[in-house]
Nanobody
Framework: QVQLEESGGGLVQPGGSLRLSCAAS????????MGWYRQAPGNQRELVAA???????TYGDSVKGRFTISRDNAKNTVTLQMNSLKPEDTAVYYC?????????WGQGTQVTVSS
């Protein structure tokens, strides 16, 4: 089993920045993809950003140029730096680890962008 513990999130004004972190523990297969998804009320869960254990990154179109994902393979952590936040970025953000055709999810952390 894999456990994901998220930290960060909260309330920020438009144009501000936040950082989300996620630490994975348990039986982690070394080849995996870690990332962040988000879900706003009434919307489907969508990919924000992901990074493979080889360092390949993928971003959702709406966050390109504003968010940066990074990981530390030795510590099994992934970080999402979110800049130039917009009200439409408001959502619950979920950490994800995908390995061996299995998805693991964190409990979610709320990000609210509002003045």
């Amino acid at each position: 089993q894999v456990q994901l513990e998220e930290s960060g999130g909260g309330l920020v004004q438009p144009g501000g920045s936040l950082r989300l972190s996620c630490a994975a523990s348990g039986s982690i297969f070394s080849i995996n993809v870690m990332g962040w998804y988000r879900q706003a009320p009434g919307n489907q869960r969508e990919l924000v950003a992901a990074v493979s254990s080889f360092g390949r990154t993928t971003y959702g179109d709406s966050v390109k140029g504003r968010f940066t994902i990074s990981r530390d393979n030795a510590k099994n952590t992934v970080t999402l730096q979110m800049n130039s936040l917009k009200p439409e970025d408001t959502a619950v953000y979920y950490c994800n680890l995908a390995a061996r055709a299995t998805n693991y999810w964190g409990q979610g952390t709320q990000v609210t962008v509002s003045s």
